[in-house]
């Protein structure tokens, strides 16, 4: 555009553009659509974490991008915590003891015994007579040997 | 020896019900449980040259075939008549048979009752049958309870938890040469003990079972136990304490027929105890049902420290394992009842150990380390 423009070209040429106000406003109202667009796609990347973390979905996106070995390279460390050295496997000397003092010390289970009877003899022929199959034995030992 | 006893007959041959089995011991002689002592030991320590005529006896008597194999002590260790005997059992039964005897202000015995106090006398009050409880005593130690009590010194460095009858200290021979560091040394084996046990299961954080502390205390234990029993000393004592606190056991493992002529019914030996207790005038230990729970268990525990089957940090497991050979369960419950009876809390360390480091002489000061 020439320095020299006349007045009424200078009209006719604002009559052909938007009006500046509205101009403003069209570019405040696309900035806040940026604005709210930017917050919108941080809170969408926030919730995403968030839900990550609790479904786990990070860990089962990661697993399958990368397989479980990055997993375990990564909980390689708490294996120290809890790894004991190996149980020794004990000799056969050693399990011999082991068995005969066991063999040795087994005990009844009286848990299910709630009493116990002692058999008594009844002697039911004193002062009665014997009872028949007594009475051969009692003769024998008669001291006068003399049958009944 | 007793419950052992009843164990052989259950397996036979002939195979018998344990109620069958208990009463065949309960209602044996007392001669018999004599002559069958003198034959287990006799299996398992073949050293003591037997003398003829008793070994005849022995072969003469009811349990004869029933001797165990040689390979291990068929009978618990001390420290099951130890636990037992702190329940006050045999004070108690002592005047169940003296007032038995002596009238019948407990009512009339039964049959059954009478054979269960002629072996009682026998086993117990060294009553000649015919000849004393396995010369464990003479004219020379002639209380059986001061020999038993001699013996628990010896090899625990420890003292029953009461007197006399009538509540005056016990005298009997306290022998210079005792375990005293016995007790320290097993609360500390069964602390690390708990540890172990309590982190067998462990998949995260620290594990602080530790086999070599464990395996040092329990190697330490050994030699100390081991140092009272050179030459089989105490072997004899050993058993028949065990058999007569054995006796006692069975007595009240179920409701038998002293405990039934008494009305001490229950569901459980230290219940029976404290009725009957209660019927002579004589309370039980407070923590009996504890001591009566772990006899067993640390007879075992203490039987398998005493083989020295443990023989380096790889095999201290064998304390702490279920299964394979271990004594996981054992030791769980010897810690807990112990627990119970003594007040003190094994799970929790009551102060850390003092490690003493050499004093060093730095800049004209000494400094002692200690945690």
């Given amino acids: ?148 | 020896m007793i419950q052992q006893l009843v164990q052989r007959i259950v397996t036979g041959p002939p195979a018998v019900t344990l109620d069958q089995a208990g009463a065949r011991v309960l209602g044996a002689d007392p001669m018999d449980l004599v002559l069958h002592m003198e034959q287990v030991l006799d299996t398992f320590d073949p050293a003591l040259p037997a003398i003829r005529a008793r070994s005849t006896l022995w072969g003469t008597g009811e349990f004869s075939a029933l001797a165990p194999p040689a390979t291990a002590p068929a009978w618990d260790h001390l420290g099951y008549a130890f636990v037992l005997e702190n329940t006050r059992v045999v004070q108690i039964m002592r005047r169940v048979v003296r007032e038995y005897r002596s009238g019948e202000g407990l009512g009339v015995p039964s049959v059954a009752t009478r054979r269960w106090l002629d072996t009682t006398e026998a086993l117990l009050f060294n009553a000649s049958n015919p000849f004393p409880a396995w010369l464990s005593t003479s004219a020379v130690r002639t209380d059986p309870e001061s020999v038993r009590r001699n013996a628990y010194w010896r090899l625990f460095g420890m003292d029953l938890a009461f007197g006399t009858d009538d509540n005056r200290p016990h005298v009997y021979d306290k022998a210079t040469a005792a375990n005293i560091t016995f007790v320290p040394l097993l609360e500390e084996l069964l602390f690390e003990l708990w540890q172990a046990i309590s982190n067998l299961s462990n998949f995260s954080g620290v594990n602080q079972s530790d086999d070599d502390r464990i395996y040092r205390i329990a190697e330490q234990l050994t030699f100390i136990l081991n140092s009272r029993r050179q030459s089989r000393m105490l072997l004899r004592e050993e058993l028949v304490a065990t058999t007569v606190l054995g006796w006692m056991e069975l007595t009240l493992s179920t409701n038998t027929p002293v405990v039934i002529d008494l009305r001490a019914q229950a569901t459980s030996p230290g219940d029976r105890l404290k009725i009957i207790g209660e019927r002579v005038g004589l309370a039980p230990h407070t923590r009996a049902s504890s001591f009566f729970s772990m006899a067993a268990d640390l007879s075992q525990v203490l039987r398998t420290i005493e083989s020295g089957v443990i023989t380096g940090p790889g095999s201290s497991w064998i304390l702490y394992q279920t299964g394979g050979g271990g004594l996981g369960p054992q030791s769980r419950r010897v810690i807990t009842e112990w627990s119970a009876a003594t007040g003190k809390d094994l799970k929790i360390r009551a102060r850390p150990v003092e490690v003493r480091v050499r004093p060093i002489e730095t800049d004209g000061r000494r400094l002692i380390a200690s945690r």
Avoid: C
């Avoid at chain 1, 375990?72 to 011999?96: M, N, S, V, W, Y």
């Avoid at chain 1, 058999?119 to 034995?137: A, F, M, N």
């Fill in chain 1, 1 to 148: 555009m020439s320095p020299k423009r006349s007045r009424t070209q200078d009209q006719e040429v604002e009559g052909d553009r938007p009006d500046e106000a509205q101009l403003d406003r069209e570019v405040f109202d696309n900035e806040q659509v940026r604005v709210n667009l930017h917050a919108l796609k941080r809170d969408v990347v926030e919730l995403r974490l968030a839900l990550g973390t609790v479904l786990g979905l990070e860990g089962i996106s990661r697993v399958v991008g990368h397989g479980f070995s990055e997993v375990i390279a990564e909980l390689l460390p708490l294996r120290d915590l809890i790894r004991r050295p190996p149980f020794e496997k004990l000799t056969e000397g050693q399990t011999e003891i082991l068995a005969a003092l066991s063999d040795a010390l087994v005990r009844p289970d009286w848990s299910g015994i709630g009493r116990l009877d002692v058999r008594e003899v009844d002697l039911g022929y004193i002062p009665h007579q014997p009872p028949p199959d007594q009475q051969h034995s009692n003769q024998t030992l008669d001291r006068t040997g003399t049958k009944p």
